[in-house]
């Protein structure tokens, strides 16, 4: 499993340029700034490498500035490491940097390939794929490499929008100064290994985050069932998708599961009280309901329709999954930005789609564009889970287990986000899909949906 820095943050390549411009703005040098980025990079690979010849890879821009300063380093420290380059700039901090290497440079179409590999052909300026002389090479050089990327694996579009043939792939990947899109999503993200954060202590402006262990307090001393959190499940078409939700609640916290529906069965814990679904407005008048969730296992019929119009006149707060949001659709985007009460969405990437169109950009800047727009929480899954909110915060969760993808597991989520929705809450998204993302670790490979559920009380012993 990948892994990444928490609580780390998240910017688009040009941002990041703003950043290091007004860092320079504010008196820190080019040169410092370079030798800052090399030096972290050099720390990792020297750990890395185990004594294994190195060989390092420079590019002609400053990310080739890094790669020359961190071989540099590299040789004042002991290690067995040789550079190959590309021509580089006749001037600037990258060309200052080459100038410091005093040993010998070979052409990248000469060199032999060696156990390691430092990856500092290309970093987050690229926007064309890599030529294609450069691109055999890179393959050749890295193919039964250790290969430690700096900022990005060469060939990458930093921003995530785009795939560009020939790009390279790293086992560890060094960000510098803070993640950048690509590092987290989009249809790159398998090639950057593990990532790790290098802190090059310059100020950067508020951004997304990669998804932290949440905190969560047990329970007040006064504490009862209703204050903990009365959560109303609807069962439609499928009501075994419902109960796998309301199972899921029940485990997550809430104080007060209700399984609403004409087939709500009997399986499941005897804890769930089971309601028939004779009057839906009614039931969700309940002035004591901290959720309603609405959409596993719905259905996409008449009666289906009837119970979301009555979810979404409800004045409780509300999760909106599955058949519900395929039901909502794009002229439901509207519906839900009506809402007064807080209302919090959970699509896969099919979903989001037919609400919100496919549109430009990368998974994050649509995700939040999105949540915006429908003045909604809106937790896109998938292996890299974005969660929105109205106010602007992004938070991203880039490495789900893989085991996640089997049916039910989203049903799941749907009910621990319920759960966490307890009055009081200001943190239910993000500490859904952390709790979920943990059980499913604890659950380990090939794991069911109801699997996920007996782990979530040891998910949650771990956040106190």
Known sequence: MTIYPADAPILRAAAMRAAEGEAFASGVAQDALMERAGRAVAREVRRLALGRAILVLAGPGNNGGDAFFCARLLREWGCDVAI???????????????????????????????????DGLFGTGLSRPLEGKIADALARLTDDAFVIAIDMPSGVDADAERHFPGAARADVTVALGTLKAAHVVGPDVARMGHVLLADLDIALPDAPRTIARPVIAA?????????????????????????????????????????????????????????????????????????????????RDEAATRLLDAAMACAAPLVIDGDALSLLGAAGVARVAARSAPTFL???????????????????????????QARATIVHKGPDTVIASPDGTVTVSPAAPSWLSTAGTGDVLAGILAARLRPGAGQAAREAVWLHGRAAQMAGPALVADSLIDHLGQAIAECR
Do not use: C
């Open 84 to 118: 190959a380059a590309l021509p580089g700039r006749a001037e600037g901090a990258a060309a200052r940097m080459r100038a410091g290497w005093s040993g010998p440079v070979f052409e990248l179409a000469d060199i032999s390939p060696r156990p390691v590999i430092v």
């Open 219 to 299: 329970p007040a001393r006064d504490a009862h069932k209703y204050r903990r959190g009365l959560v109303t499940v609807l069962a439609g078409a499928m009501p075994g998708a419902a109960r796998l939700a309301a199972h899921a609640a029940l485990s997550a916290g809430a104080g007060y599961v209700v399984l609403a529906g004409d087939d709500a069965g009997h399986g499941g814990p005897d804890a769930l009280v089971r309601r028939p679904l004779d009057d839906p407005p009614g039931l969700l008048a309940d002035h004591r309901l901290a959720a309603v969730l609405v959409g596993p296992g719905l259905g």
């Open 346 to 372: 959970t699509p896969h990437s099919g979903e989001f789609d037919r609400m919100f169109g496919e549109g430009g950009g990368n998974k994050i800047d649509r995700t939040a564009q999105a949540a915006l």
